[in-house]
């Protein structure tokens, strides 16, 4: 058997230790990760996806640590992928959301894990896909999917939730807010968290307002406005009925298969524009010999490009044809975050 082939057998049985291993290595994008993926994404798509965005101070990772509490009560097993910040000078995640879930530890029925954005367009980097096919394919029911509050980024959280919740508080101005930054348009269920506090009424009813500016068509999702108290877990029975009444309208009006074609075209796209952005650094000899060509000979530069364009296509498709797996040389402890506590 493959080291490839364990490694995805091991996370497929649930083993803590390899899923936290293999987390550790999509966020460094170890050698030979990409082939791992590939077999788990064969025996994934049983999870379901839950994305928590929206403004910062919304409460978002208290509200899915009583969400993930919830879940359990039901016995619902339950992935936690917290996208942190990257600490500015290890690019590692700073563990905020992590440390806030603490009251999860201890339950086996739950896997935390932080990863970090890295730098990456929307805060949601491949990785934070990547994270969620590993927690699907080992058998999570329910995956949530928490981004950085950073604004008009977090609407790429769409691209690895199926259902997708934006969180808001009183008297933060978070609805005009999430209007400005697209959030409007991909939630699928609003929540007002901190819902005790004054204002509540006034966010809730501004919410429904700017909803009733689009009204859905017929046969489509209604998105409902929910409230919440998180640090006391009102209202998040709630929330978890319409999350699971969105999951049923994605499968029975085939929204859910669109969905998921957009998160496999998102995921190629990726995969792509990597093969091809290893080709464009410096050092890398067809780029070198671009440059040479262009500087020295008075070659064409669109021409060069597009060369470099097709080789590293090219060069990833011979690469995907040969099955390359480096050998499995991580030792077991290596993974700095990937205790199994969770």
Known sequence: MTATASLADRVVAGEQAAIARLLTRIERRSPGVDEVISALVRRAGRAHVVGVTGPPGGGKSTLVSALAAQYRRAGRTVGIIAVDPSSVLSGGAILGDRIRMSALAGDAGVFIRSIATRGAPGGLPRAALDAVTTLDAAGKDVVVLETVGVGQAEVDVITA??????????????????????????????????????????????????????????????????????????????????????????????????????????????????????????????????????????????AAARRLVQRGLGAGAEDAAAGSDPPDSDPAGSDPEGSARR
């Open 161 to 302: 939730a199926q259902t997708v919740a934006v969180v808001s508080v009183p008297g933060m101005g978070d609805a005009v807010q999430a209007s400005k930054a697209g959030l409007l348009e991909v939630a699928d269920v609003h929540v007002v968290n901190k819902s005790d506090r004054d204002g509540a009424a006034r966010t809730v009813a501004e919410l429904t307002d700017m909803l009733r500016l689009a009204p859905p068509a017929p046969g489509q999702w209604q998105v409902p406005v929910v409230s919440t108290v998180a640090a006391t877990g009102e209202g998040v029975g709630d929330l978890i009925e319409r999350f699971d009444g969105h999951r049923a309208w994605l499968a029975d009006s085939g929204e859910g298969q669109r969905r998921a074609r957009r998160t496999t075209a998102a995921r190629i796209r990726w995969i792509a524009e990597q093969l091809v952005a290893d080709r464009l650094r410096a050092g890398h000899p067809d780029f070198d010999r671009a440059v040479d060509e262009v500087t020295e000979r008075g070659g064409d530069p669109v």
